[in-house]
Every structure is written in C-alpha cells, then in structure tokens.
C-alpha cells in the first residue's frame, strides 16, 4: 500500500532562518507531488506541484520554492523566513489513475518567530 | 476570489441526526468535487468525491449531491456520530481527465457532533 512522509511534525524557526521539509511516498512510482499551506482561519493554499523529476510548478509567488531531487521526494525551502510563512504545510501525492484523489502526509506546524 | 465557499464555519448537530454541509462554487470549468475530513495536527483524509457528469454519490453514512446550475454540492452524513466532530473541506478541481492541477479548497467547515 501505498504511504506518504513528512517531517518534522513541529518546527519553531526564528525569523529570517532557512528552512528545508521533506516529503516521501512510498509503494508507487511516478506520482504528482503538491505542497499546500493552511494559515490561521483560511482554506489549504495550493504552493507548488510536481509531475516529475525536476519539474516544478508554483501557483503563488511567494519566500518559498520547491524541489523534487527524486520521484518520491518533494522538498519545500526557503532561504529566510517570514512570520507570514507560518502555517500548517501538507504534503499531498495522486494516483497514476485517479489523478484528483489527493492523498495527505500529516503535515508539518511551522512556527516563524 | 474565492473560487470554492464554505459559508458556514461551524455546525453543531446532535448525535444520530443528519448532518448537512454545504458548499458553492464560482468557476464552471470545474468538474470534479471532493470532500475531505481533518482532525487538528492531522493532513485531510479523503471522504468522498462526485463527478460532474453525476448528481449524487453515496458510500455509507455519506452522501454528496451536486447542482450544476446552482453551482452547489452538499455532504450528508447519517447518522451522524460522535467520531464524525471535525473539520470538513470542500474541493474542487478542472479537468477531471487526469490533470496535474491541484486542487481549489473551501475553508472549511467545523462540525461537532453533540452527544
């Protein structure tokens, strides 16, 4: 079956510190990477997808950016952090067949103080 | 603009009766809608989605229904359980052929289920 990682849980990061989350799927091959944030009081924002090595998409411009080294692994970064850049990350992946059904790490509670 | 609306934030309902969420969407390219739960410091577990070219799916307790010309879908859920108290979002998404677009989501919706 298939099972999606991310880490850390928590993260509590100064202002102006870089950052770096992991995301990885295990039991599939070739899957379609995303990264969202939910803010205080908001929907989850939809930040960057992938369909494949290498190969990033970013919906909102943002202190953010995203790399996919690996099939199976999406890593969000930044290089000095925001206050605004807390929130609740969530790394999600699809199926090869049913594209829209996204399925959800545990997602990581950012922090920046 | 917010394309995916969840008017309600919350929604208390009593134990065993049906619980109705609510949700409206703006862009008329979509054509695919999900609805996901989510407990705090949890990711969102998929629940059930419909497709447009449909006005209603069910699996269990829960029933989606959509209205194309009104640009609105609903959730039921029956009956409702003590389990059932969390956040529901409603999602939504264009080209259901298999795009790798993400998905639009609504705010969400707090339902809590009272004994």
């Known amino acids: 079956s298939q099972t999606i990682h991310q880490w850390p849980a928590t993260l509590v990061q100064p202002v102006g510190s870089p950052l770096s989350l992991e995301c990885t799927v295990e039991?599939?091959?070739?899957?379609?990477l995303y990264w969202y944030r939910q803010a205080a009081g908001r929907g989850l924002q939809l930040l960057f997808y992938?369909?494949?090595?290498?190969?990033i998409s970013s919906e909102v411009p943002q202190n953010l950016s995203a790399s996919r080294p690996q099939d199976r692994q999406f890593i969000l970064s930044s290089k000095k952090l925001l206050l605004s850049d807390s929130g609740f990350y969530l790394c999600?992946?699809?199926?090869?067949?049913?594209?829209?059904?996204?399925?959800f790490g545990a997602g990581t509670r950012l922090s920046v103080l | 603009d917010q394309q995916v609306k969840q008017n309600s934030p919350s929604l208390s309902v009593q134990e065993g009766r049906i619980s109705i969420l609510n949700c409206d969407y703006t862009?008329?390219?979509?054509?695919?809608f999900l609805w996901y739960k989510k407990y705090p410091a949890e990711g969102p577990t998929f629940l059930i989605s419909?497709?447009?070219?449909?006005d209603k799916n069910e699996d269990g307790r829960f029933t989606v229904f959509l209205n194309k010309s009104a640009k609105h879908l609903s959730l039921h859920i029956v009956p409702s359980q003590p389990g059932d108290s969390a956040v529901y979002f409603c999602?939504?998404?264009?080209?259901?052929?298999?795009?790798?677009?993400?998905?639009?989501f609504g705010k969400g919706t707090h339902l809590i289920i009272q004994p």
């Open positions: 419909i497709s447009s070219i449909k």
């Open positions: 999602a939504a998404s264009a080209n259901s052929g298999g795009g790798a677009d993400g998905l639009t």
């Open positions: 039991g599939t091959s070739n899957p379609n």
């Open positions: 862009n008329s390219m979509f054509d695919y």
């Open positions: 992938s369909v494949g090595i290498g190969q």
């Open positions: 999600a992946w699809t199926r090869g067949v049913a594209k829209n059904i996204q399925y």
